[in-house]
């Protein structure tokens, strides 16, 4: 029997394990990160509280079958030893498992070099820990809003930013747009729908550039005007503003910054602009095409190496009509069925059969019961769409009871409302330490307003304003927050260059000074003190 690593926990790993079980005498070994699979096609739904977040939580023991599933991070590959290292999350033990075969679906990791400030600042919707942490921080700032009375921070709080107009961006930004039209009508009747502002930000010239064909970089497929153009429309009634041909300059905890110029003021930042190739595999001496995915031929194993498949975002499966096939979880799913039936052929001693597989629909959802998409090249649009598409997304739901459970929360928020319990999402740790950036011009902390924080500069250079001058300057190493500002006197502390800063709560910087002071002098003198305790220069 000839055993089998399953590199990830996604749809191509799901399906890979179904058609192994179905097909041949297989010992497999599922390694993912985590013990669930989430459906993302469902994030912006769980963010707007239509569906409850366990709904689009699949459970590894039981979509996996009787595969053995193993709760790991992978820590690197050995190819020629054909070990695989992993680490156990709670203190970082290690293991190692041994495979005849391998298949690679490790999927693709969030792009954090796009701009300054995208990965201190921006909920990514790539894991599920940041898709829950934007549901419970828009419900937060709708409780604060409610009670602000500053004008500008009020606007600054209902202000949802929505970096990249592709399927995910589109669609977020649709159901937050609903959900502010919702939410001002019922719950909040303190906050104005005209005061939420839902901004959508895309380099192209308009949204859905899937649509546009542009899915294979090697193949053009047939492109829906229309659909984008109902899509925009659609988008702009329910209160998006679109900002198309712009890009992201840079983003900080107050202000997203723009290619053109402009800069706005909000608390909410999210990034949809791209992916990069998982960096376990980045080390490897696989071959690689131009976006970083390993190259695999016409039945999905690697070139060069017979015990190794892959399939999904990670890899550059060949288009039976040309090109590559796109990245997005029907393809995976289809690439699973195709790699689980032949590395069970090949463990049978049989010939593997090339990938033929197709996907013949495409669509989105952008809020208010409205959808786009094209079945077999035939365009549709509007609720006949939506139902269509959710009929799709329920058949990726891979756990009966998970669809079970989706079907339930459809049901019922109808007459019930949206859930907008926030589960946690303001309870902030006081042992938690942040990085911040901020963009040169901006102001970092004011003594006007209340200041829990302590600032540690590890990057540029800041200005300390006093009576609306510059008073002295804050280089890598110094600190501030309420109680050195107000020693010195000092009305604010603005960014001259880009900043970056590691943010500590106050009394645990206090806290962490007393112990470094206490400590072995030598190491506090030499490394550690003066980060916490220098004193600013005077600008010259």
């Not at 109902?230 to 198309?244: K, N, P, Q, S, T």
Request: glycine share 10%; charged share 25%.
């Amino acid at each position: 029997m000839k055993r089998v690593l399953v590199l990830g926990g996604g749809y191509t790993a799901v399906h890979a394990c179904k058609a192994m079980r179905a097909g041949g005498d297989v010992d497999v070994t599922v390694v993912t990160r985590d013990n669930f699979l989430c459906a993302h096609g469902l994030i912006s739904e769980m963010v707007t509280g239509r569906v409850m977040p366990g709904s689009i939580l699949n459970p590894a023991r039981r979509i996996f079958g009787r595969a053995h599933v193993h709760v790991g991070e992978i820590e690197r590959i050995d190819l020629d030893d054909r070990r695989v290292h992993t680490t156990r999350h709670i203190d970082g033990a290690r293991f190692e498992l041994e495979y005849d075969e391998a298949l690679l679906a490790l999927g693709t990791s969030e792009n954090l070099d796009a701009y300054p400030g995208l990965a201190e600042h921006a909920y990514k919707l790539k894991s599920f820990e940041d898709c829950f942490a934007l549901r419970n921080h828009v419900i937060e700032m709708f409780e604060l809003a409610d009670i602000e009375r500053d004008p500008e921070e009020r606007r600054r709080l209902l202000t949802f930013f929505v970096a990249g107009g592709g399927f995910a961006g589109s669609e977020i930004a649709g159901e937050l747009a609903d959900l502010a039209r919702l939410l001002t009508s019922r719950e909040y009747r303190g906050i104005k729908r005209e005061e939420c502002r839902v901004v959508i930000v895309h380099p192209g010239p308009t949204l859905l550039p899937e649509l546009y064909g542009s899915g294979s970089l090697e193949r053009k497929s047939k492109s829906f005007p229309k659909l984008v153009e109902y899509a925009m429309r659609h988008c702009e009634r329910l209160g998006v503003e679109l900002m198309l041909e712009t890009k992201v300059a840079g983003a900080t905890p107050n202000e997203v910054y723009l290619s053109n110029g402009e800069h706005i003021p909000t608390r909410t930042i999210v990034s949809t602009v791209g992916t990069k190739p998982s960096p376990i595999l980045s080390g490897l001496p696989l071959p690689f095409d131009e976006r970083g995915r390993v190259r695999v031929d016409a039945v999905m194993r690697v070139q060069g190496r017979e015990e190794l498949w892959a399939g999904g975002d990670c890899a550059a499966v060949p288009h039976p009509k040309g090109g590559t096939c796109p990245p997005t979880a029907l393809w995976a799913a289809m690439h699973g069925k195709y790699v689980g039936r032949n590395i069970a052929r090949a463990a049978a001693g049989k010939a593997p059969q090339p990938f033929r597989g197709m996907i013949r629909r495409q669509g989105v959802s952008l809020g208010r019961r409205t959808a786009v998409s094209e079945v077999s090249g035939i365009p549709l649009r509007g609720k006949v769409s939506w139902l269509g598409h959710r009929a799709v997304v329920l058949t990726l739901i891979p756990s009966w009871d998970r669809r079970l459970r989706l079907l339930s929360d459809w049901t019922l928020w109808p007459l019930v409302g949206r859930d907008i319990v926030q589960m946690g999402g303001g309870q902030h740790s006081a042992y938690e330490v942040r990085r911040h950036v901020y963009q040169p011009g901006e102001t970092i902390v004011e003594a006007s307003r209340p200041l829990r924080y302590v600032h540690v500069v590890i990057e540029g250079e800041a200005e300390v304003m006093r009576n609306g001058e510059v008073a002295t300057t804050v280089g890598p190493g110094g600190h501030f927050g309420r109680k050195w500002l107000e020693q010195q006197g000092a009305d604010a502390v603005r960014a001259r260059t880009l900043v970056r800063t590691l943010v500590l709560h106050a009394d645990q910087a206090n806290v962490l000074q007393d112990v470094l002071l206490s400590s072995e002098p030598l190491i506090a003198k030499t490394m550690l003190r003066p980060a916490l305790v220098e004193e600013p220069r005077e600008r010259p």
